[in-house]
């Protein structure tokens, strides 16, 4: 079974176009972090959410905690060809256990 | 900025083989943990490794598989035997004590033949 379902899996979208990729889980997480992987390059940490409903901002991008903490989102305004990359969220179930990753979503943006 | 080093960042190795993959945590970090990806897959958790012992290990991470902190600064895993199947990318992470933002390593990309 997935512990983090992240969908879509592939998106291909124009430059300057909105988007928002989701990650979903039937489990209460303590925090959750968002990173981009570059192929061949490890994963890049970009936020880490804690707080039930907290958003946070970074710069086009906002990402936001759902309520009960089993779900997020990522949401990117404008998206730029510096955006293609693989979208990973990744959820950390209680203090001290590891980091369970989602499959990931591949952004693909056109210019 | 502080980051996580791995070397190498490629390693060919014949099946069968032992290899040692080599990390330096960010050096005020006290939680370390090594992940691989398998091309194509998600990244998947082996182990993590706090006060010199493991703390936490996955089904992956069977008597093939071992870690070590020979020293203040390195954080290796060993692979004994090698099989085609660990063929992956092999990702060290390391973490502050009470927070779980794992800061990711470049990987070493391990082919075994």
């Known amino acids: 079974t997935q512990l983090l379902e992240q969908s879509p899996q592939f998106l291909s979208i124009q430059e300057g176009e909105n988007l928002t990729v989701y990650c979903n889980s039937s489990s209460v997480f303590s925090s959750l972090q968002w990173y981009r992987q570059e192929p061949g390059e490890g994963p890049v940490l970009l936020v880490t959410v804690v707080t039930g409903g907290e958003v946070k901002k970074l710069k086009r991008l906002t990402f936001q905690f759902g309520d009960a903490r089993k779900d997020s989102s990522l949401h990117i305004t404008a998206a730029q060809p510096g955006d293609t990359g693989l979208y990973l969220c990744a959820g950390a179930r209680s203090g001290n256990t590891p980091l369970v990753f989602g499959k990931g979503t591949r952004l693909s943006v056109i210019a | 900025e502080p980051e996580v080093t ?104 391990l082919t075994v033949v």
């Open chain 2, 6 to 109: 791995q070397t190498p960042s490629h390693q060919v190795t014949q099946m069968g083989q032992e290899v040692i993959l080599r990390c330096v945590p960010i050096s005020n970090h006290l939680y370390f943990y090594w992940y691989r990806q398998i091309l194509g897959q998600k990244v998947e958790f082996l182990v993590s490794f706090y006060n010199n012992e493991i703390s936490e290990k996955s089904e992956i991470f069977d008597d093939q598989f071992s870690v070590e902190r020979p020293d203040g600064s390195n954080f290796t895993l060993k692979i004994r035997s090698t099989k085609l199947e660990d063929s992956a990318m092999y990702f060290c992470a390391s973490s502050e004590r009470l927070r779980q933002e794992a800061f990711f390593g470049q990987g070493t990309r």
